[in-house]
């Protein structure tokens, strides 16, 4: 067995991927972290005190860990979805009746989108609190409030999909709130995010390109920018 | 180190096993279970019926946009072998449409995506259309059958008819229903005495047990003032006025002499034909069994006189009395039918002492919506309607208030409660009562669930038949009007079926006959209530109606020269008593059967060649009659029919 | 500029690489000689993320499993719900907008919220974070009674009584170090605390209870309802 795994290791193929050893001395574990794309955002070392988990509650990482369960659960949960009235309800009834395991994912990523607006808030109020915010960070954390409005501005596009009284009503309601911006700049508002006066089929396509699209990508980028500011400023 | 190796192990298992169970749930669905149950049951039987293969199964109804999996569990719907087997297996009754053209919850209602018992079946929150209770069934005919009487629905075929009846589009719109003819009230101030309208007000059934006029549910006082508003309006339409008693009604001794002359005219017009007496008799028009208690003698006089001066629409003859009949007649109904009970009782003070009688009166009449029926003053109609209910049948639970109630929180049941207990939800409606049977009730409902805006494609939609637009001119449609011909027989479809429908009446009877019978009208049928009056109409306008019924109520493929010879009519007799024993159900000579007419002067009665073509196929005529088809070749109809022809 | 700065550490470059750390005098962060224990980040960091996160969707899949997401009516434009909710993390600025006009309510304090949270770092009063109470107490004092009166007062018009009660409360425990000094216990911490904390306690005191009112106490019309007499 340990034979195989080691003819494994040592061929080419697992080389040209893995440009290192096992991870077992200090310089193969630091490369492990150095010549991989997704670890190398990590330093190869940390402060112990940071292994610590009171140290930051790991309420950030953990909500990226939940845009990742989101990314996911709605990428398999969009093959299902069509943008449209009334399909898109019926196509939340065949997710519930036909599609395997299409309640759980739709489940999933629903509780997790409610998890993800709670958690980035708490990690805004640990960041407060800790005081993290101050210079050098103060960039860094403007980036967060960008973070936490896109967090919630996805969740509320996502609210609007499933079409049922809920989501009209709930997005209704949001977007009557909006409408109160003086100059008639929330009438023009509301006109451009809904495309159109009421909530309808152009809300609907407007509000899935938002919600599958536009929002994950300027969410990446932005977190792209933050976890490497925490880097750049000493964090893991 | 070691620690965190296991907590990593630990978890990484966990993480595993949890997102393997929802998975792994789908392996085990309902859905299938019935699948295996299925297909052990159908391989038990003698017959070999081919299994199923496991899977979701569904109908696709493109034209109606519906998914129905119904038929994932509903395996044996086309299967006879499993007419008797358990449900979800059992065979579908033979019904005239295909399922598999029309999927399931088009009739059925019900959740048709959901693959689950619960959800399928629809009585889950989040649904609003749970599937129909069997007694409700009829209303999913409704969405496409949009005729009057709709086959093999007789449940929704009453309910139509009891909404049209009930008048309920005078407060609610609804599509496909006629106005009804109601009289307008104005006059009724110089009509009726005011003891009378306030008890009708306050319950119209205690006086004539089947008008449709609800009741309102009146308080004592609203009753009274409403009364006294409606008692101020002396002048009927178009400014006619009341002329005044002749001579001859005007004591008791004068009256006394008129009874005998007055109940011989009375039956001779076969009132009771239309006006039910103590409930007893027709059904089209009002009980007169009390009706010298109502109405004034004037009024009555005037009114017999000339029907439709008073009361403009109404469906009454105008009978051709002399002033001495018609004092007699109006005589002959203030000795006889007063009501006995009341006339004991001293009037009811003519007026609350209620200043403000006129204001609040008509602030009644218009907040029950009295004009939606009745004109009264020139008023505008139908000024404060109901709740609109062409969609009604599409209504969401969640725009239902159930009050405080505790029914089944369900359209049908909802409806069905209100109907019997219009304010039962809230003491603030308005609705009256109409005092409804449970079964009546359910009709309506029925009828009213089909209502829906469903988007249903036109080529699947029945429509009842255009609106017959006949609409005779000349003398004879002056004649037709004044003596209301269409309130009894339907010419070219238009008007009641109370009696025969005389579009071939010429075709049928000879000329002879018809002016024989405007003279001295008999029944074919003696037992029936509803019988032909005799309008004393003038010989003159006898010739106008004859004449013209010779022209038109005539279809020509109906001649036929018939030989009526020796041996032809030998032959029919033979055919009449020997082979077809037609003498188990008519009589000629006092011999024979009660269950058809009598026959004995047939031969100046009916036309040969309507005779003939009867013979050949009586429902082609009349789809209810019960003579049976003898399926007869020409030869023995024309013989049968030369044996009729010679009964003169 | 060569006056502000000084040099607070040297190191050996043989053991570590140099650190240098120019610093104003009035900046808060000391930068202290002390050589922190590091350790290897895989497998000691990378593990503990992982664990982490297999953890959190562990915890996701059992609610997966045993609640469903809600699903309504299909969406009917034509019937209102009553009440008509926007999402949870909304209901408090419904519940804003319940008492204040849509302009106040919907637009100015929220953006005044977002454009605070945005421009925190950047203010550099008081970054020492000097305890409220430090130096002169009396003008604090006078300061923080005039703005919460006129805040209190404000709320107290339009009836906001779930936000006057939090600021009321807020406010009480600011006072609290001022009356009562310790040094250590709560009153001790508290004193500490400096004026951009008790905002932010303030201001999130203030969301959580104006967005429990908005999810749980909210009926028909908008009216209170106990969250046992059915949720909304």
Known sequence: MKHVMGRLYTSQLWRSMFRHGLPDSNRTRAETIFYNFFLHIHPTKVRKRSLRYTYTWGLGGLSFGLFIVLTVTGGLLMLYYRPSVPQAYWDMKDLQFVVSSGQFLRNMHRWAAHAMVAMVFLHMLRVFYTGSYRPPKEFNWAVGVLLLVLTIL??????????????????????????????????????????????????????????????????????????????????? | MKKLRLTFAISSLTFLVMLAISPLKDFFREWKWYQYEYNELVSDLPQR?????????????????????CVTCHLGLNEPALREAKQPFRTHPKIDHDYEDFGCTACHEGQGSATTYRESVGKVVFWDKPVFPTEFM????????????????????????????????????????????????????????????????????????????????????????????????????????????????????????????????????????????????????SDLGKVASKATAEWLYGYIKNPKRLQPGVEMPRYRFNDMELAAVVAYIQSEYVDYETAELPELPPQIPNPAYFEQGQALFKKYNCSGCHELGGMKKAEEMGPELKFIGGKKLYEIDFGSSNIEQTLPSYLVTKIKNPRVFSPVMKMPSYEFTNEEAQAITVAMLGNTDERIPEELKVYPKPQSTYSPQGEFGTLVED?????????????????????????????????????????????????????????????????YMEKVFIADSLERNIRAGRDEISKGRILYYEKHGCQACHQINLKGGYVGPALDNVGSRLKPGWIFHWLKNPQAFKPESIEPNNNLTDEEAEALTAFLMSLK | MQKDLRAEETSDARKSPTRIAFMKHRMAARVKRESEEMVMTFPNLVVREL????????????????????????????????????????????????????????????????????????????????????????????????????????????????????????????????????????????????????????????????????????GPEWSWTWPWNGTY
């Open chain 2, 49 to 69: 019926v081919k299994p199923a293969e496991i899977g979701i199964k569904q109908l696709w109804i493109q034209k109606l946009d519906r998914i129905d999996r």
């Open chain 2, 483 to 547: 003596l209301a011909c269409f309130g009894c027989h339907t010419m070219f479809g238009r008007g009641r079926l109370v009696a025969t429908d005389l579009t071939l009446e010429a075709s049928q009877a000879q000329k002879g006959w018809i002016s024989g019978y405007f003279k001295i009208p008999y029944s074919l049928r003696p037992i029936l209530t509803e019988r032909m009056p005799n309008l004393f109409a003038s010989d003159a306008e006898i010739k106008v109606m004859v004449d």
């Open chain 2, 138 to 285: 009829e209303a999913s005919c409704a969405k496409c059958h949009k005729e009057r009487e709709v086959p093999h629905a007789p449940i929704l075929t009453l309910g139509r008819k009891l909404i049209e009846e009930a008048n309920c589009i005078a407060c609610h719109q609804m599509n496909g229903f006629e106005k009804q003819w109601t009289p307008s009230l104005d006059g009724i101030g110089s009509k009726v005495n005011r003891t009378w309208l306030v008890n009708w007000l306050k319950h119209p059934k205690a006086y004539f047990g089947k008008t449709k006029m609800p009741n309102f549910l009146l308080t004592d006082e609203e009753a009274g003032i409403l009364t006294d508003y409606l008692m101020t309006f002396k002048s009927f339409p178009n400014n006619a006025a009341l002329d005044g008693l002749p001579p001859a009604l005007a004591s008791e001794e004068e009256r006394a002499k008129l009874l005998e002359l007055g109940s011989t005219r009375f039956r001779e017009a076969r009132c009771i034909s239309c006006h039910p007496i103590n409930g007893r008799g027709g059904y089209v028009a």
């Open chain 3, 51 to 218: 664990i982490a996160f297999e953890i959190m969707v562990i915890v996701l899949a059992v609610v997966s499993l045993v609640f469903d997401a809600p699903l309504e009516w299909m969406a009917n434009p034509d019937h209102t719900p009553n009440p008509a909710k926007a999402p949870w993390y909304f209901l408090g600025l419904q519940e804003l907008l319940h008492y204040f006009p849509p302009v106040v309510g919907g637009v100015i304090l929220p953006a005044l919220a977002v454009i605070a949270l945005i421009v925190i770092p950047y203010f550099k009063i008081n970054i020492k974070r000097e305890g409220l109470w430090k130096e002169n107490r009396k003008r604090t004092l006078v300061i923080l009674l005039v703005s919460v009166g006129i805040v209190s007062i404000v709320l107290f018009l339009f009836r906001v009584y779930a936000m006057l009660i939090p600021t009321v409360a807020v406010t009480l425990f600011m006072l609290l170090p001022y009356f009562y000094p310790r040094e250590d216990g709560v009153v001790g911490r508290l004193s500490g605390r400096p004026l951009s904390w008790w905002i932010m306690t303030w201001f999130v005191v203030i969301v959580i209870v104006l967005t429990t009112i908005g999810t749980l106490f909210r």
């Open chain 1, 154 to 236: 996805l969740s509320y596009t996502g609210y609007l999909l499933p079409w049922d009284q809920l989501a009209f009503w709930g997005i209704s309601v949001g977007t009557n709130m909006a409408r109160a911006i003086p100059f008639g700049l929330g009438e023009k508002m509301s006109f451009l995010l809904l495309g159109g006066n009421i909530v309808g089929e152009n809300a609907l396509v407007r509000f899935y390109v938002l919600h599958c699209f536009i929002l994950p990508v300027a969410g990446c980028v932005l977190m792209g920018i933050h976890f490497w500011r925490v880097r750049k400023d000493g964090g893991v």
